[in-house]
Structures are given as structure tokens and as C-alpha cells.
């Protein structure tokens, strides 16, 4: 019994001692440095899918342009047989194009876009474009998707930038460009 009694009291006095130590020692962890905030960057905030509407503001060639390739052998060009592929540094992420393009593919929607006015969609590193070039346009989500998978397929895909464009009324382009930088637009009117 005395053995018992002696052992509480030993371990009352090791809480009680302890207890007083684990209070300083948890003052000074209180008292170093807050914990920092979270960090939210530029990188942080652009991983979330927007869309958006701009217009086009680099001028560039159709002397520039390039047949695509899988079509050359047709007899009758269709709106979407030129591309153009730039080298921008930084180039966007082709995981991030890919977000893109699979998000608009997943919607089904008609849109109606006026003269000089673009559709822009931004995810990461990657912002891709939907541009009419001369006059009022209606298409949709479908059409949209299937031309910058096209773009995807031959420019990002390779670390590259670019543009695909409908020279036939009513004319467009369709791209992707690294997130921020201005949309091109071609002399095809």
C-alpha cells in the first residue's frame, strides 16, 4: 500500500513538474514566428477554368500561314486548312491546353460572336482563343473544341504556340497562346 501511495505521489510530482515545462516549452513554440499564409500567386489563382471575352490584338500575315498537312490531299480547302506555330517563352503547358479543350468539349453550346471579337478561355500556363475575324459568326462548343484539339495536336504538343484559321466566310482563328500574351489576328477579310 505504502508502495502504491508513494508511486502516485512520484507521478503527481512528475505531472505537476512537467506540466510547468510543457507550458514554457509551448510558449516559445507560441511565440516563434506565425505560420505564413497561404501563398497564392499568379500560378495559384490562373489553375481555375474561366472564360472571357477579348478581341484581337496582334496583326499578323496570311502570308505567314501553312496548310495543314492531313488535308492537302482534298480537292476542296476547307475553313480550318491553315496554321501557323509560334515559339513564345514561355510556352503553355500542354496539360493545361488539354484542360482546356476538354472542358469546352464537355459543354454543348451555340454561341453568336460579333466582327473582331473573341472567345478566351484560361487554365495554368494556357489561354486559348476563338476569334471572328471579319464579320458576325454563330458556332458552337463542339466546333470550337474540335479546332483547338487540332491546334493542340500541332503546335502545343510540341512546345510551341499556335493558330488555326478559316479563310472562308465566315472567317476565324483558333488558338492557344501562353496565358496573358495578346490574341493574333490575320489579314483574311
Not at 136 to 159: H, K, P, R, W
Amino acid at each position: 500500500m505504502k508502495f502504491v501511495l508513494a508511486l502516485t505521489s512520484l507521478l503527481g510530482a512528475a505531472m505537476a513538474f512537467e506540466s510547468s515545462g510543457f507550458k514554457e516549452r509551448s510558449a516559445r513554440l507560441r511565440s516563434r514566428a506565425p505560420r505564413p499564409e497561404k501563398f497564392a500567386s499568379v500560378e495559384v489563382r490562373t489553375l481555375e477554368y474561366r472564360t472571357s471575352i477579348g478581341s484581337p490584338t496582334e496583326q499578323r500575315s496570311k502570308a505567314l500561314l501553312t496548310r495543314v498537312p492531313g488535308l492537302q490531299r482534298r480537292a476542296v480547302p476547307q475553313a480550318s486548312d491553315f496554321f501557323e506555330c509560334t515559339n513564345p517563352k514561355p510556352s503553355p503547358a500542354t496539360a493545361d491546353c488539354k484542360v482546356i479543350v476538354n472542358q469546352i468539349l464537355s459543354t454543348d453550346d451555340e454561341f453568336i460572336i460579333a466582327a473582331n471579337s473573341c472567345l478566351v478561355y484560361s487554365f495554368g500556363t494556357c489561354q486559348a482563343f476563338f476569334c471572328s475575324l471579319c464579320e458576325t459568326l454563330s458556332t458552337t462548343t463542339t466546333f470550337i473544341g474540335g479546332q483547338l484539339d487540332t491546334v493542340d495536336a500541332l503546335c502545343v504538343e510540341n512546345g510551341q504556340a499556335g493558330t488555326i484559321v478559316g479563310e472562308d466566310a465566315p472567317q476565324w482563328d483558333a488558338g492557344f497562346t501562353y496565358a496573358g500574351q495578346g490574341l493574333p489576328t490575320f489579314d483574311v477579310c
